[in-house]
Structure formats: C-alpha cells, structure tokens
T-cell receptor
Framework: QKEVEQDPGPLSVPEGAIVSLNCTYS??????FMWYRQYSRKGPELLMY????GNKEDGRFTAQVDKSSKYISLFIRDSQPSDSATYLC???????????????FGQGTILTVHP | NAGVTQTPKFQVLKTGQSMTLQCAQD?????MSWYRQDPGMGLRLIHY???????DQGEVPNGYNVSRSTTEDFPLRLLSAAPSQTSVYFC?????????FGPGTRLTVT
C-alpha cells in the first residue's frame, strides 16, 4: 500500500464548477501538507501549504486537513479553464527545510475545466 | 534570476549508455533534490543534497549517482541506462517550505 493515495482521475468539469481533490495517507507522522499544480510538460509549482489540521484559504483555493481521518482536500471555487492541470498532494513529517526537501507525493489528479 | 534550470530537455539513450542530467539553481538554496515522475506513480525521490559535499539516497536511488561540488549545481548520473529508467526527471531546490522545480528532462531508454 502506498503511503499517500490520490485518485488519478481524470476529472472533467464545466467552467464555474466547484472542484474537490482529495488524498488519503497512512503515515500518522505527516504534519506538513502541500498541494502542487503541474501544467502539461512543466515542473510542479507550489499552490498551497498547510501545517497540521485545519483549513487554509487563498483566493479561489481552499486546503483542508483532517489528521484524525488522515485525509486532505483541495477545493477550487469558480473553476476556470486555466485551472486545467495535474494536481499533486505532497506531505512531510518534518518541516521541509529540515526534512531536506524529502516529500512524499500522491499520484496526481488530472483536471480539465471545459468552457 | 533563472530559478532552477535543467539540461537537456529531451534525451534518447540506448541500453547500457551513460549520461549526466544537469541541474543548476541561482537562488543560493542549500537543499536540492532529484525526482522521477512516471505515469500513475507521482514523483519519487531519487537522491537529495543538504549542501555542497553532502548527498544521500531517496526512495529509488539504484542506477543513479549524484555529487554536489558547489551550491549551484547538482548533476544526476545514469551509469548504465536501462529501459526502466525511461521517465521524466525533475530537479528541485528548497527554501523554507517551498520546493522550486525545474522544467524537467524527458529521458527515453531504448
């Protein structure tokens, strides 16, 4: 069993829809949770960063962490065609700079937002 | 400020050949990493470095070597390429909680 599981999709939604992306994990030591966005043929870029449990909002994006269920989510409101990308969750047991950039990634979910 | 650069962008190798994937960053970050990305597997850590002269293995290190002689450069060497090493390779450097990824090298081993 992988430490981090992510539904690879693909997920296709109409413009304006609310998108929900999810990851589950098995390692209870994970405390730092990230979402990366990766456009086709590009490197991933950090979208959201959350420490421990709770919610974090940034514009149209909301990240949620439920450590009791070992479950994290990313919500995208009012989705746009420019949101079409692969979304990867990533986790670390230590702060990234002390874990030396060692992250455990999910498989990635391919999202398409059509006009 | 170029961020993280990788060369080449594409490469085709024959089984048994060796090559070096180049990675450089101009952000003066101490921590650098190499990942490979395969369909359905996400990103998997190959090797990482916490500073010049210090490297360590990640999740999938077999068949790869690294060295870190300067803060800026972190090359990845394939000693004897195998078809299982066909993948997209990403180099990343880390500051605080954020990893900055390069554009990737697409490698095909025939």
């Amino acid at each position: 069993q992988k430490e981090v599981e992510q539904d690879p999709g693909p997920l296709s939604v109409p413009e304006g829809a609310i998108v929900s992306l999810n990851c589950t994990y098995s390692n209870s030591a994970f405390q730092y949770f990230m979402w990366y966005r990766q456009y086709s043929r590009k490197g991933p870029e950090l979208l959201m960063y959350t420490y421990s449990s709770g919610n974090k909002e940034d514009g149209r994006f909301t990240a949620q962490v439920d450590k009791s269920s070992k479950y994290i989510s990313l919500f995208i409101r009012d989705s746009q065609p420019s949101d079409s990308a692969t979304y990867l969750c990533a986790m670390s047991a230590k702060e990234v700079r002390t874990s030396y950039g060692k992250l455990t990634f999910g498989q990635g979910t391919i999202l398409t937002v059509h006009p | 400020n170029a961020g993280v650069t990788q060369t080449p962008k594409f490469q085709v190798l024959k089984t048994g050949q060796s090559m070096t994937l180049q990675c450089a960053q101009d952000m003066n970050h101490e921590y650098m990493s190499w990942y490979r990305q395969d369909p359905g597997m996400g990103l998997r850590l190959i090797h990482y470095s916490v500073g010049a002269g210090i490297t360590d293995q990640g999740e999938v290190p077999n068949g790869y070597n690294v060295s870190r002689s300067t803060t800026e450069d972190f090359p990845l060497r394939l000693l004897s390429a195998a078809p299982s090493q066909t993948s997209v390779y990403f180099c990343a450097s880390t500051r605080n909680y954020e990893q900055y990824f390069g554009p990737g090298t697409r490698l095909t081993v025939t």
